[in-house]
C-alpha cells in the first residue's frame, strides 16, 4: 500500500496525475461529488441558521466504502480537487465523510495537469479554504430554497402539475430570451434604399482600368431612389478626395470560460455543453490548463513559451509581449485564462478534441503577436448632377500580424453591411466610367435571438452566473421545456430593386428568404407563462441586477468579508414572505388569450396554456357543455396564433377513404402534421397544409413510404429496411433500428456493409437485457449507471436493497415480474395503466 492516497474528482485527472507521482502515492478519484443536500424535503433548516442536511448519494456509497478503506490504510492523505469554489466544497465533503481534519489535510491546487505544475504543488500544499467552501455552500442553499419554495406556487397557480419548477439564474436567463422574442414579435421592419454604383477608374500605380463598387447615403422612399438615379442619367463622375490612414488591429485576450464558449458556437458549431465537455477532457489529459476561469492572465512562464514559439515559427517581427487585465473584477479565484500547457504542440492527435484544442491554441498564440497594420482608404467621388457623394472604402493589410493566424468571429447579429475591399490607387480630379447604379429595398432587422453563445455573453455582461454555471443554466432551461433550440424556416418577401444602365432606369420586383435562424434559442409557451406569472409575483427574484447583486455576494463570502447564513438570512426574510402572499392572493394563470368568437356556435375561442401544452378551446368551463379542445401545433404560440388558425386546428383529425384494406387518416402531433394509414405514421412535407391533403395526395404519400420501406436485404429470414428519422440514417430489422454512421454511404450500402451493422447492433443488444417481458412492454437493460426498468419507453429507476447496495444483473435475472411491477408502481402508478388507442375523426368527403 501507497504512503500517500491523493483523490481527484474525475478518474481520467487521476491516470494523468499518477503517471508524474512516485510508488509512494495512490491516486484515485471521488467520481464528482459525494454528498449533497437530501433530496426529501427542502433539506435546509431555516430555523437554525439554514443548517444543510448533507447525505452520500446512493450511488457513491460503493465509493466512499473504497475510499474509507484506503484512507484508513494510508499514512497521509491529499486533496487534489479542482481549485475553485466547487473542488473546495467537494473537498471539504471528503474530509467530513472520511473522517479528516480540513484545517490540517494537505489540499493541493494547481492550473495544468503537468509534471512541474503536480510536483510544486506538492511542495506546497495548502489547507481547506473555508472561505471559498461556504461561498459554495451558500450558492446551494439559496438555489435550493428559491427552487423548493417557488416551484410549489407554480405547481397551484399554473397547469402542468408538478412538472413545474424555478431556479434563481434559470429563470432569469428564460426571462432574457422572452424578453428578447417579444421585442422581435413587435418589431416593425422599416424600409429604405441602399444605393451602390460600380465605378471604372484607372489604377495610377498600373495604368490599368480597375472596377470597383462606392455607395450614396441611403434613401427613405423608392420615390426618393428613384429620383436620385433619374438625376445621375448622364452626369459625370469625378474623384473629389482620397483620404489615406494608416490603422491597425490588435488581436482578442486569451480565453476565459465564456469566450471560449462564444468562439466555439461561432467557428466550430458546438452547444456550450459540448465545448464544456471536450475542455474537461482537454484539462484532464494535460493538454489546457483549468477550464473555468474568467481571468485572462496569463503566467509568466506561459508569455515566455508563446515567445518562444511565436518566433521559431514565424520570425521575431511578429512577436510583441501583451499582458491583459481581467476586465470582471471579481473573477473567481487565481485561476489563468484556458491555455495549452505546452505552446509548441500546435495540434493533437486526438480526433474528438482535435478542433477546440486548436482553436485554444491560435487563441493563446495570437494573444501574444504584433498587432496587424492596416492601410484604410475613403474614396470620395462627386457627382456633376447632385450634391450628394459616392464612397468606397477599403482596407489593404500591410502587415499581418496576428492575423497569420487567427481572427475572432463575430455574431450574426453585428453589421455586415458594409464590408471593405481593395481599392485602386486613384488621383484627385480623375474622371471615373460608371457602369451602372443601383437602388435595392432593404428592411432594418430586430435584435437576433439568443444562441447558446450569446445568451452566455448577455449573463455575463449582466454580473449573472460564474463560468461553472452556465453550461448547467442552458442546459436546464432546455430540459424543463421553458426553452428550445431549432432552426426557423425564414419566409419569402418581395422588395424592390431599380438599376440604372445604359441611362435608363430599370424597375424590378424581387424576392428573398426573410428570418431564416440556425440553432437558436425560442421560448416556450410554458416558458412565456412561467416567466409572466414570476414577473408579476416575484419581481426581486426576476430583476437582473438583484440576481447579479447575488453573485457579488458570493464573491463578499469567499473573501471572508460575510458570513454565509447571515447573507441568506438577509435574502429569506423578505422572500420567504413573497411566496407566502403569492400562495394566498395570485389567480390561477394559464396564459389565456381571447381570440374571438366561434362563427357557428358564439362561444369564445381562447388560447392558453393546457396541462399537457399550449391549446385552443372553443367555449368556457363554466358552460353547461363541456369545451372543445386542440392542441397547437410545433410551429404555433398562445401568443401569435389568430382567430382562423384557431379555427383549423378543429378541423384536425379527419378521415379519408381507406387504401389497400387500411384506414387513412389526416391529423397532427408534436412532431408535426401526419397521414397515418393503418399503424404506419408518414409525416406531411413542412411546406403542405394538412387540410389540403386530399384522397390522391394522401395515397401518394403512402406509395412513397411503401417503397421507401421496401426491404433492402434480409437477416436471419427478417427484412431489412431503411429509413432517415429526427436522429440521422438508419436500418430497422424486427424492432431493432441501427444508426447509420457517417462513415458509410448511406444511399449506395453494400450487403456486406448492412449485415455488418446489424450484426453488430444484435450483439450490442444482446448485452443489453439483463430481462425481458414482451406481452408485458416492460424489461431490465444494462445502462450507464447501472441496470434499470424500461416501460412503455420510460426508465424506472430500481430500488437498492434493504443494506443500501443496488441489485446485480444477476440477482435481477431472479426477480419476478410482480416484483418489478409493485417498483414500477411505487414509482409512477400511472406507467402501469393502458392507454386508449382508439380516436374519433370526423370523415372528409
Known amino acids: 500500500m501507497a504512503k500517500n492516497l491523493l483523490i481527484v474528482e474525475s478518474p481520467a485527472k487521476a491516470k494523468t496525475i499518477e503517471k508524474f507521482l512516485g510508488k509512494d502515492f495512490e491516486v484515485v478519484s471521488s467520481f464528482g461529488h459525494i454528498r449533497d443536500l437530501v433530496k426529501e424535503g427542502m433539506g435546509v433548516d431555516v430555523e437554525k441558521e439554514f443548517a444543510p442536511t448533507y447525505v452520500v448519494s446512493p450511488e457513491k456509497k460503493k465509493v466512499v466504502s473504497e475510499l474509507k478503506s484506503k484512507a484508513k490504510k494510508a499514512e497521509e492523505v491529499w486533496l487534489a480537487t479542482d481549485g475553485d469554489r466547487e473542488g473546495e466544497a467537494i473537498s471539504w465533503h471528503l474530509c467530513e465523510v472520511l473522517n479528516l481534519d480540513p484545517n490540517t489535510t494537505k489540499r493541493i491546487i494547481f492550473n495544468e495537469i503537468t509534471k512541474s505544475a503536480i510536483l510544486e504543488a506538492i511542495k506546497n500544499p495548502s489547507t481547506v479554504n473555508m472561505h471559498l467552501v461556504e461561498a459554495q455552500q451558500a450558492r446551494r442553499v439559496l438555489d435550493r430554497l428559491v427552487g423548493f419554495e417557488i416551484s410549489p406556487v407554480l405547481w397551484r397557480k399554473l397547469p402542468g402539475a408538478q412538472s413545474l419548477s424555478a431556479g434563481r439564474v434559470q429563470s432569469v436567463a428564460v426571462r432574457l430570451i422572452v424578453e428578447r422574442e417579444r421585442e422581435i414579435q413587435n418589431f416593425e421592419p422599416e424600409s429604405s434604399f441602399r444605393i451602390v454604383g460600380d465605378f471604372i477608374g484607372k489604377d495610377s500605380n498600373t495604368d490599368k482600368e480597375v472596377s470597383f463598387a462606392a455607395s450614396a447615403p441611403s434613401l427613405n422612399s423608392q420615390e426618393d431612389a428613384e429620383n436620385f438615379l433619374k438625376n445621375c442619367e448622364g452626369a459625370k463622375f469625378t474623384v473629389k478626395n482620397v483620404e489615406v490612414k494608416p490603422g491597425k488591429r490588435n488581436p482578442a485576450a486569451p480565453f476565459t470560460t465564456s469566450t471560449l464558449q462564444q468562439e466555439a458556437s461561432r467557428k466550430l458549431g458546438m452547444s456550450v455543453g459540448t465545448t464544456m465537455r471536450i475542455a474537461q477532457q482537454l484539462y484532464e489529459s494535460g493538454y489546457i490548463t483549468y477550464m473555468r476561469t474568467d481571468s485572462t492572465v496569463l503566467s509568466g512562464s506561459a508569455i515566455k513559451q508563446a515567445e518562444e514559439t511565436i518566433k521559431k515559427l514565424y520570425g521575431e517581427k511578429y512577436h510583441k509581449a501583451r499582458v491583459y487585465k481581467t476586465r470582471n473584477q471579481s473573477a473567481q479565484e487565481a485561476h489563468e485564462a484556458i491555455r495549452p500547457t505546452d505552446m509548441n504542440l500546435s495540434t493533437i492527435e486526438n480526433n474528438n478534441l482535435k478542433r477546440l484544442y486548436e482553436l485554444i491554441w491560435k487563441r493563446t498564440i495570437a494573444s501574444q503577436m504584433a498587432e496587424a497594420q492596416m492601410e484604410r482608404t475613403s474614396v470620395h467621388i462627386g457627382v456633376s448632377t447632385l450634391k450628394e457623394e459616392f464612397i468606397a472604402k477599403g482596407e489593404v493589410v500591410k502587415f499581418d500580424g496576428f492575423l497569420k493566424v487567427y481572427l475572432e468571429g463575430k455574431d450574426d447579429d453585428e453589421d455586415e453591411e458594409n464590408q471593405e475591399g481593395i481599392l485602386p490607387k486613384l488621383n484627385i480630379g480623375a474622371s471615373l466610367k460608371n457602369s451602372s447604379i443601383t437602388a435595392t429595398e432593404r428592411f432594418s432587422r430586430s435584435s437576433a435571438r439568443y444562441t447558446e453563445a450569446s445568451l452566455v455573453k448577455k449573463l455575463e455582461d449582466l454580473g449573472i452566473g460564474r463560468p461553472s454555471t452556465y453550461a448547467p443554466t442552458i442546459s436546464t432551461i432546455q430540459q424543463r421545456k421553458y426553452v428550445e433550440k431549432k432552426n426557423l424556416d425564414g419566409e419569402e418577401r418581395s422588395y424592390a430593386f431599380l438599376e440604372l444602365k445604359n441611362n435608363k432606369i430599370i424597375k424590378k420586383t424581387k424576392t428573398e428568404i426573410a428570418g431564416a435562424e440556425k440553432q437558436k434559442l425560442f421560448p416556450t409557451d410554458l416558458g412565456m407563462v412561467v416567466t409572466d406569472f414570476l414577473n408579476k409575483h416575484f419581481t426581486q427574484i426576476m430583476d437582473y441586477k438583484f440576481t447579479a447583486k447575488i453573485e457579488e455576494e458570493f464573491d463578499t463570502v469567499a473573501e471572508g468579508g460575510k458570513e454565509w447564513n447571515e ?243 444477476e440477482e435481477l435475472k431472479e426477480v419476478g415480474l410482480e416484483q418489478i411491477k409493485k417498483w414500477i408502481e411505487e414509482a409512477d402508478p400511472k406507467l402501469l395503466k393502458k392507454k386508449k388507442t382508439k380516436t374519433k375523426t370526423k370523415k372528409k368527403k
Open 567 to 809: 447573507m441568506l438570512g438577509q435574502f429569506y426574510k423578505p422572500f420567504h414572505e413573497t411566496v407566502e402572499e403569492t400562495l394566498e392572493t395570485a389567480e390561477r394563470t394559464a396564459g389565456e388569450r381571447l381570440l374571438g368568437e366561434d362563427p357557428e356556435s358564439g362561444k369564445p375561442i381562447i388560447a392558453r396554456l393546457g396541462k399537457f401544452g399550449p391549446i385552443v378551446q372553443i367555449g368556457s368551463g363554466d358552460d353547461e357543455e363541456k369545451p372543445k379542445y386542440a392542441s397547437l401545433r410545433m410551429d404555433q404560440s398562445i401568443e401569435t396564433i389568430n382567430l382562423e388558425e384557431a379555427l383549423d386546428l378543429f378541423k384536425l383529425p379527419f378521415s379519408l377513404e381507406d387504401y389497400k384494406d387500411k384506414e387513412v387518416m389526416v391529423a397532427v402531433g408534436r412532431y408535426g402534421p401526419y397521414v397515418r394509414w393503418g399503424d404506419t405514421f408518414i409525416s406531411i412535407p413542412k411546406d403542405e397544409d394538412p387540410l389540403n391533403v386530399n384522397q390522391k395526395r394522401a395515397e401518394e404519400l403512402i406509395d412513397e413510404k411503401i417503397k421507401a420501406d421496401a426491404p433492402i436485404a434480409e437477416h436471419d429470414g427478417y427484412p431489412i429496411t431503411k429509413g432517415v428519422g429526427r436522429f440521422g440514417p438508419y436500418l430497422k430489422w424486427r424492432n431493432l433500428f441501427v444508426n447509420v454512421p457517417k462513415a458509410y454511404d448511406f444511399d449506395n450500402l453494400t450487403q456486406d456493409e448492412i449485415h455488418e451493422l446489424v450484426s453488430k447492433k444484435i450483439e450490442k443488444e444482446a448485452n443489453r437485457y439483463i430481462k425481458v417481458f414482451e406481452e408485458e412492454g416492460i424489461s431490465i437493460e444494462n445502462g450507464r449507471w447501472g441496470p434499470f426498468i424500461k416501460i412503455n419507453r420510460k426508465n424506472v429507476k430500481i430500488p437498492t436493497k434493504k443494506d443500501g447496495e443496488k441489485y446485480s444483473a
